[in-house]
């Protein structure tokens, strides 16, 4: 039988294990990226690791999150990455100069390399070739050291395209088509592999927007093959010669199928509050809009920015409307403004940010009460926008636009129709990619800083005692399904300041459920969190395991979990229990739960199946799904505590199991 893409890359990078769906294998990872706000605990990880030099082919630190740097603290974390990417050998890219995934496929994604990076639409460079996955801090710094990262095998389902995309329908389109078929978590513990004759019709930007987004899905990656166009977008970045062919066998077997005919695919968009919350735009028309933004790594990039500026092209957008560009990277925004597009979009209203995540993560641009916002990103959970109960919709640059000329939300292919004169920009690359400024991007070798510089806001990273025998507490907080890691530990500007101060960070911890909960779980003496179906989708950030295990959490109870997420609960030492439907239900905010078992020997020896008794007068099952190595890693505390132990016992750093 032959094999899939994603099998040959990973064969190729295997350390340990089998490629059988469900088993742990380890990888080697070529490349690691990391941002502003997970980047600053990964460098302290990697120093309590003892480790001194980075061991990946290729490591990048990017500044985007938070570059207003509206707090000096914000400032200090920049220049302590800055150290440390030039301390332990990674490229510096400085504040300002774009969003990691934006800069990275620009500079340094290749096809047939794996990567590993602490940002969850770290999948972005799929598009190329490359297989990158989204993990947690501490697992980034394990791997940049050397060591492999674990992973349960994941199935891979084939998305075979054919066709082509109509007017005025969009890349954004299938990936919001996907959401609408499979929601956001329909692609949890699977890998995307797109196939079919569709493929050669999608540039390679337009395939990374898909790989992108395939986050929203769950999934752990999303990955196209390569051919002419790989080569192509290569070489006119200049970097040609890392063109590699690559394609599944015509006989690959895959766990599961799905087809998108494109040319069925018509201008859809997420209403409020979900990903998945598709409809096509001409279902959502009518509803005014307060602003509109193009931007972020799903739709921030030249060639997404290109089309709003040909539309915008010598007409204004609506007087109520309010329309902003981000570019992705400064690279598209020098383009943009060398070609005169810039000037062209101001003439017709836009105002334009610096190349950053900004309003992504509700830091600038935060949207009126009561208003509408149409937004080219990936993301819309709600109050991430920066103001509780907003409604943002995700759309693709195309639907944005059409939204400010009208001033409300118009299908438009009905806006053309009414203009008589608007056409379908449809998508064009530059000739050859130019105006990277050599400066914003530094080298290992031209490290500006003499060791590491922290400032009065960089702290320590709390480690776990082992486990115990006995785990009770009260259940300090009952939650629904989805759950995301915005409402565990909110990235927006007020908070972002503390992420590398954890005592002063988990003062938010679910403050966006419940402002009581990190003082009532610093007052109980532990304590559990149950949750829906889901629990922790969205960001990578570590922070949403480590705050609640630094307010006395041990464990939570969920109905199942994200995948990242429940990864950092095992690095953080916390217990992640599956529960059934009707125990989910029972289960009261502030019944007494306690673990009947010895919980440290039960996770040691294997055990599954757990028994949780409650207000010590009923009983039911918890499940831990955990390979030996996480058990490990759970029973000592953590990864942190497990792997400096290893290395305290004469093992190499950084191995982990
Ligand atoms: C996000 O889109 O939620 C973020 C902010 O990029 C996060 C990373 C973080 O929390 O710092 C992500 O996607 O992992
Ligand atoms: Fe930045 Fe938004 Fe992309 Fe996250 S999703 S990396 S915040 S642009």
């Known amino acids: 039988m032959g094999q899939t893409l994603t099998e040959k890359i990973l064969d190729d990078h295997l350390v340990e294990g089998e490629l059988e769906t469900g088993e742990e294998i380890g990888i080697e990872i070529d490349q690691v990226l990391t941002q502003d706000t997970t980047g600053t605990l990964v460098w302290l990880q990697f120093e309590a690791l003892d480790l001194n030099e980075v061991q990946t082919e290729l490591a990048a630190q990017y500044c985007d999150h938070q570059t207003y740097q509206f707090d000096f603290k914000n400032t200090d974390d920049h220049r302590f990455l800055r150290s440390a990417a030039g301390t332990f050998g990674a490229h510096f890219s400085r504040p300002g100069n774009g969003i990691c995934h934006n800069v990275h496929k620009e500079n340094f994604a290749a096809p047939g390399k794996t990567m590993l990076g602490s940002d969850s639409h770290t999948p972005t460079p799929g598009g190329l070739g490359e297989l990158a996955i989204g993990a947690g801090g501490l697992d980034v710094a394990v791997a940049m050291g050397g ?12 998305v075979r395209l054919e066709g082509e995309l109509g007017e005025w329908a969009t890349a954004k389109d299938v990936i919001l088509e996907m959401l609408r078929r499979l929601t956001v978590k329909g692609g949890v513990g699977k890998i995307f592999e797109y196939t079919g004759p569709g493929v050669e019709t999608l540039s390679v930007p337009e395939r990374t927007t898909i790989t992108n987004m395939g986050t929203e899905l769950g999934a752990t990656s999303s990955i196209f093959p390569t051919g002419e166009n790989t080569k192509d977008y290569l070489e006119r970045l200049g970097r040609g010669d890392e063109y590699v062919e690559l394609s599944p066998d015509e006989d690959a077997d895959y766990d599961d199928r799905i087809t998108i005919d494109l040319s069925e695919i018509e201008p859809l968009i997420a209403e409020p509050s979900m990903p998945d919350n598709v409809v096509p735009v001409r279902e959502a028309a009518g509803v005014d809009v307060d602003q509109v933004i193009i931007g972020s790594c ?112 118009v299908d438009p292919r009905n806006l053309a129709e009414e203009l008589g004169d608007l056409e379908d920009p449809g998508f064009e690359m530059p000739d050859e ?147 059934d439907e009707e125990t989910y239900e029972r289960i009261e905010e502030g019944d007494d739960i306690a673990i009947v078992d010895d919980v440290a020997e039960a996770v040691r020896s294997g055990k599954e199946e757990f028994t949780v008794r409650v207000n010590d007068e009923w009983e039911a099952s918890a499940f831990l799904d955990a390979s030996e190595r996480e058990r490990r890693i759970l029973a000592d505390g953590g990864k942190l505590t497990h792997v400096k132990q290893q290395h305290d016992e004469g093992g190499q750093a950084p191995a982990d199991d």
């Not at 674990?150 to 199935?155: A, C, D, F």
């Not at 690279?331 to 992504?360: D, I, K």
């Not at 969190?529 to 989708?537: D, K, P, S, T």
């Open 147 to 158: 060591g492999a990262y674990y992973i349960e095998m994941p199935e891979v389902v084939e």
């Open 433 to 579: 990619y130019v105006g990277v400024s050599g400066s914003d991007l530094i080298a290992p070798d031209e490290a500006v800083d003499d060791g590491l510089v922290k400032g009065p806001n960089i702290g320590d990273v709390p480690l776990k005692d082992p486990l115990d025998a006995d785990i009770e507490g009260p259940a300090l907080l009952k939650m629904s399904d989805n759950i995301t890691t915005d409402h565990i530990i909110p990235a927006t500007q007020d908070i972002l300041m503390y992420r590398s101060n954890i005592p002063k960070l988990s003062e938010f911890t679910l403050s966006r459920v419940d402002e009581s909960f990190a003082q009532r779980a610093l007052d109980s003496d532990g304590g559990f969190l149950v949750a829906g179906e889901n629990y922790g989708q969205g960001s990578s950030r570590e922070h949403a395991a480590l705050c609640p295990m630094y307010l006395g959490v041990e464990g939570v109870l969920a109905r199942s979990f994200a995948r990242i997420h429940k990864a950092n609960l095992f690095n953080f030492g916390l217990l992640p229990l599956t529960v």
């Open 298 to 409: 799903t739709n921030g990039a030249y060639e997404d920015i290109l089309p709003a500026a040909k539309m915008l092209e010598g007409r204004e957008i609506d007087k109520k409307t309010e329309m902003i560009v981000a570019p992705g990277s400064k690279q598209a925004s020098e383009m943009l403004a060398r070609e005169g597009w810039t000037a062209e979009m101001m003439a017709a209203g836009v105002n334009f940010s610096e190349a950053t995540c900004g309003a992504c993560i509700g830091i600038g641009h935060v949207p009126a009460s009561d208003s509408v916002s149409l937004r080219t990103f990936n993301r819309n959970f709600e109050g991430r926008s920066g103001i509780e109960n907003d409604s943002v919709y995700l759309c693709s640059p195309e639907v944005a636009t059409a939204a400010a000329l009208a001033g409300e939300i």
